[in-house]
């Protein structure tokens, strides 16, 4: 990861203003658990660029595993709307409102993980651990749905 960090550092020497390369420092520094750190960078990253979700995805779940639920929301939120058809941005951001105490909320996006792929089984966990009940989906359930059937689940 330090070596990630001297890459980043090197790129931003190229190209200062790069949203991409600040974001790409900012995980690197999260891997080497200088959190606080990328925190900063990654504030810095989403600043230049607020509407790449990835880096508000990267954000979010940085603060999110540096306990501060509430505080990763917002970027967890915006992730969602910029890659609403992303599973990990989904289930990250179905995490984070657990963790704030917003069950109903959490279990929507869990679904919406579920629906669009889960990220390793996760979100299925996640919802089978808050005994959320399994339905089928048809392929009349609107858009960004998967058009097979598929399972989903609806708490």
Same mark, same amino acid.
């Given at each position: 990861?330090?070596?990630?960090?001297?890459?980043?550092?090197?790129?931003?020497?190229?190209?200062?203003?790069?949203?991409?390369?600040?974001?790409?420092?900012?995980?690197?520094?999260?891997?080497?658990?200088?959190?606080?750190? @990328? !925190?900063?960078? /990654?504030?810095? *990253? %989403?600043?230049?660029? +607020?509407?790449?979700? #990835?880096?508000? &995805?990267? $954000? =979010?779940?940085?603060?999110?595993?540096?306990?501060?639920?509430?505080? @990763? !929301?917002?970027? /967890?939120?915006? *992730? %969602?709307?910029?890659? +609403?058809?992303?599973? #990990?941005?989904? &289930?990250? $951001? =179905?995490?984070?409102?657990?963790?704030?105490?917003?069950?109903?909320? @959490? !279990?929507?996006?869990?679904?919406? *993980?579920?629906?669009?792929?889960?990220?390793?089984?996760?979100?299925?966990?996640? $919802?089978?651990?808050?005994?959320?009940?399994?339905?089928?989906?048809?392929?009349?359930?609107?858009?960004?749905?998967?058009?097979?059937?598929?399972?989903?689940?609806?708490?």
């Amino acid at each position: 990861a330090s070596v990630a960090v001297e890459a980043s550092e090197k790129a931003l020497g190229i190209t200062p203003n790069s949203a991409n390369a600040l974001h790409q420092k900012g995980r690197a520094l999260a891997g080497l658990n200088r959190g606080a750190e @990328a !925190v900063e960078v /990654l504030t810095t *990253a %989403r600043e230049m660029a +607020p509407e790449n979700g #990835y880096i508000a &995805n990267t $954000l =979010g779940w940085l603060m999110l595993t540096r306990g501060d639920a509430t505080g @990763a !929301v917002p970027h /967890l939120e915006a *992730a %969602r709307d910029q890659l +609403p058809d992303v599973a #990990y941005v989904r &289930n990250n $951001l =179905g995490v984070a409102y657990e963790r704030a105490g917003r069950i109903d909320d @959490a !279990v929507t996006e869990y679904r919406a *993980a579920v629906a669009a792929g889960d990220s390793g089984g996760k979100a299925l966990k996640s $919802l089978e651990r808050l005994h959320a009940e399994p339905v089928e989906v048809g392929e009349d359930q609107g858009p960004g749905q998967p058009e097979e059937k598929s399972r989903s689940w609806q708490g």
